[in-house]
């Protein structure tokens, strides 16, 4: 998974629209989209502030970052991280602050 699909997976698992989520970061949706479909690299101040407005660890972005992964791989990453994003969603609605076990 390319960093750019990490960030649109977690953009739609929170349930932000990419325009909303530009308008936050002070960015056009267009510049944002070329990020998403990895035309273009963000600097690492934009990744913060992307972290920030999603309420994400900035290092999540990363954590699937391979591009020689089967599609069969890349399949269960993708699912993984919306496993992760979900959780943490709860975790935020809830007020709890532990990951379960497997996650830990």
Same mark, same amino acid.
């Given at each position: 998974?390319?960093?750019?699909?990490?960030?649109?997976?977690?953009?739609?698992?929170?349930?932000v629209k990419q325009r909303a989520?530009?308008?936050e970061?002070?960015?056009?949706?267009n510049y944002l989209?070329?990020i998403? *479909?990895?035309?273009?690299?963000? #600097? !690492?101040?934009?990744l /913060?502030? &992307?972290?920030?407005?999603?309420?994400v660890p900035i290092?999540m972005?990363?954590?699937?970052e391979n591009?020689?992964t089967s599609?069969a791989?890349?399949?269960?990453?993708?699912?993984?991280?919306?496993?992760?994003? *979900?959780?943490?969603?709860?975790? #935020? !609605?809830s007020g709890? /602050?532990? &990951?379960p076990?497997?996650?830990?």
């Amino acid at each position: 998974m390319t960093l750019g699909n990490a960030i649109k997976l977690i953009r739609t698992a929170k349930g932000v629209k990419q325009r909303a989520l530009a308008t936050e970061l002070n960015v056009t949706s267009n510049y944002l989209s070329l990020i998403e *479909v990895g035309k273009r690299e963000p #600097s !690492i101040p934009f990744l /913060r502030a &992307l972290a920030r407005e999603l309420e994400v660890p900035i290092g999540m972005f990363f954590l699937w970052e391979n591009s020689q992964t089967s599609k069969a791989r890349k399949t269960d990453q993708l699912r993984e991280l919306r496993d992760l994003v *979900v959780h943490m969603q709860a975790i #935020s !609605i809830s007020g709890q /602050r532990k &990951l379960p076990d497997d996650k830990q």
